[in-house]
């Protein structure tokens, strides 16, 4: 759920407005007025990088100590999950493959562009690799080791499938609770977000007009983001109805009720009453399968928040005159899904995931805040990119629930 859906239209098309005559010059006193927009540009990525890591252990802790609640139906869960990872990675391998085929990202975009030598920053990240795996919970935490600390949280939240009821459930309560309370805070944070767009696009404007953001990368950028997002949409998922005997075109067309929820909401949560509604009212989905499917697909499977965070993370550091090499890139489509995966109704998810894996390598936020205004638009596309896939695939675990179901009879029959 992203509470950007709660932020009235008028009040972003303010803050934009604000921003873009903010930042012309227009106004008298302009260097107070810029220095306002840095202050808050800053202290809302301060923040957005205070809360970021907890929220990320904490997502990813609890949806997978919740996973128990379909212990009757752990078939169908395996199932869920296999689908999930096998979509969530081909998108991010799209993103990936779109990204190096159109090369948006200028070493120049904002005159940030590190002057260490390739060599040394490769170095740097050989090192950072190596040191993904903390000695102590308390160092992934105080090192902002991003991927050290998903690592801890899928040990623990994978480690407590296997305890008792009563203590697996005392453990997802307490990453439950904790989560809500980091939640709340990100709630409070994310308040200032019409603010913060002021400052950035402020900021924006200045750089443009000092030529020193080119638009032209920028928009290749944003192409690709959009991109891998519709080339998800529009050939794996309905490859993967073919697949089952489905037609794409006939599905779409009658869940797009729930689509479109998705889209103007900016909420998989918001879409999935609806989708439900209109799966089990208009296919033949066994009503148990959607039940379960469903809602585990909410919460785990983001296929275009994975796009969006491999083409961000390798957009900006290459801004920034990193550059990784044909295994780093690999890594980083299993690093996509799974923080994409364990995305779980995090508010702007994508873009504190993206925030916090390029914090956590030391690089500059500053193209981030260029990166918001927009983010705002994409992000409603990828709700409704996500639904779509959610609803895909549990239309394949149905399809393949009936197929098992034929094939046992049939041998019951011989």
Same mark, same amino acid.
């Given at each position: 759920?992203?509470?950007?859906?709660?932020?009235?239209?008028? %009040? #972003?098309?303010?803050?934009?407005? +604000?921003?873009?005559?903010?930042?012309? /010059?227009?106004?008298? +006193?302009?260097?107070?007025?810029? +220095?306002?927009?840095?202050?808050?540009?800053?202290?809302? #990525?301060?923040?957005?990088?205070?809360?970021?890591?907890?929220?990320?252990?904490?997502?990813?802790?609890? %949806?997978?100590?919740g996973l128990e609640k379909y212990d009757d139906l752990k078939?169908?869960?395996?199932?869920?999950? /296999?689908?999930?990872?096998?979509? %969530?990675?081909?998108?991010?391998?799209?993103?990936?493959?779109?990204?190096?085929?159109?090369?948006?990202?200028?070493?120049?975009?904002?005159?940030?562009?590190?002057?260490?030598?390739?060599?040394?920053?490769?170095?740097?990240?050989?090192?950072?690799?190596?040191?993904?795996?903390?000695?102590?919970?308390?160092?992934?935490?105080?090192?902002?080791?991003?991927?050290?600390?998903?690592?801890?949280?899928?040990?623990?939240?994978?480690?407590?499938?296997?305890?008792?009821?009563?203590?697996?459930?005392?453990?997802?309560?307490?990453?439950?609770?904790?989560?809500?309370?980091?939640?709340?805070?990100?709630?409070?944070?994310?308040?200032?977000?019409?603010?913060?767009?002021? /400052?950035?696009?402020?900021?924006?404007?200045?750089?443009?007009?000092?030529?020193?953001?080119?638009?032209?990368?920028?928009?290749?950028?944003?192409?690709?983001?959009? +991109?891998?997002?519709?080339?998800?949409?529009?050939?794996?998922?309905?490859?993967?109805?073919?697949?089952?005997?489905?037609?794409?075109?006939?599905?779409?067309?009658?869940?797009?009720?729930?689509?479109?929820?998705?889209?103007?909401?900016?909420?998989?949560?918001?879409?999935?009453?609806?989708?439900?509604?209109?799966?089990?009212?208009? %296919?033949?989905?066994?009503?148990?399968?959607?039940?379960?499917?469903?809602?585990?697909?909410?919460?785990?499977?983001?296929?275009?928040?994975?796009?969006?965070?491999?083409?961000?993370?390798?957009?900006?550091?290459?801004?920034?005159?990193?550059?990784?090499?044909?295994?780093?890139?690999?890594?980083?489509?299993?690093?996509?899904?799974?923080?994409?995966?364990?995305?779980?109704?995090?508010?702007?998810?994508?873009?504190?995931?993206?925030?916090?894996?390029?914090?956590?390598?030391?690089?500059?936020?500053?193209?981030?805040?260029?990166?918001?205004?927009?983010?705002?638009?994409?992000?409603?596309?990828?709700?409704?990119?996500?639904?779509?896939?959610?609803?895909?695939?549990?239309?394949?675990?149905?399809?393949?629930?009936?197929?098992?179901?034929?094939?046992?009879?049939?041998?019951?029959?011989?």
């Amino acid at each position: 759920m992203c509470i950007l859906k709660k932020v009235k239209p008028y %009040t #972003m098309a303010l803050a934009i407005t +604000g921003g873009l005559i903010a930042g012309s /010059g227009i106004l008298p +006193g302009h260097n107070i007025i810029l +220095g306002t927009a840095d202050f808050i540009a800053e202290l809302f #990525m301060r923040l957005l990088k205070l809360v970021s890591l907890p929220i990320i252990f904490l997502s990813i802790a609890t %949806t997978i100590s919740g996973l128990e609640k379909y212990d009757d139906l752990k078939k169908t869960g395996s199932q869920v999950l /296999g689908y999930t990872i096998s979509t %969530t990675v081909c998108a991010a391998t799209i993103a990936l493959l779109l990204f190096l085929i159109i090369d948006p990202a200028n070493p120049n975009l904002v005159n940030l562009a590190t002057e260490t030598a390739p060599s040394e920053q490769g170095m740097r990240y050989i090192d950072y690799l190596l040191n993904v795996v903390p000695s102590n919970v308390i160092q992934a935490f105080a090192d902002n080791n991003v991927i050290g600390t998903l690592l801890i949280a899928v040990g623990i939240g994978v480690s407590s499938l296997s305890l008792p009821g009563d203590k697996r459930q005392t453990l997802h309560q307490l990453f439950s609770s904790l989560y809500a309370a980091v939640f709340q805070v990100t709630e409070w944070i994310l308040k200032l977000v019409p603010v913060a767009i002021w /400052g950035f696009t402020a900021q924006f404007v200045q750089s443009v007009m000092s030529q020193s953001l080119q638009l032209d990368t920028l928009s290749l950028y944003l192409f690709c983001v959009v +991109g891998a997002n519709i080339l998800q949409a529009i050939v794996v998922l309905p490859l993967l109805l073919k697949r089952k005997g489905l037609d794409p075109m006939v599905i779409f067309k009658k869940m797009l009720p729930a689509l479109q929820v998705a889209f103007w909401s900016k909420s998989s949560s918001a879409a999935l009453p609806v989708a439900l509604k209109h799966l089990k009212c208009n %296919t033949d989905i066994d009503h148990k399968v959607a039940s379960i499917s469903m809602p585990l697909c909410i919460s785990i499977n983001m296929n275009g928040c994975a796009a969006f965070i491999l083409t961000t993370v390798f957009f900006v550091s290459k801004c920034h005159g990193i550059f990784f090499s044909a295994p780093e890139m690999l890594i980083w489509i299993l690093i996509s899904t799974l923080t994409a995966v364990g995305n779980a109704g995090v508010p702007m998810g994508c873009y504190f995931l993206s925030c916090a894996l390029l914090s956590s390598m030391g690089v500059s936020l500053q193209i981030m805040g260029f990166i918001l205004p927009f983010y705002v638009m994409i992000d409603m596309l990828e709700s409704a990119i996500n639904v779509w896939s959610d609803i895909c695939v549990t239309l394949a675990v149905n399809a393949d629930n009936e197929m098992a179901h034929d094939l046992e009879a049939s041998e019951i029959t011989a």
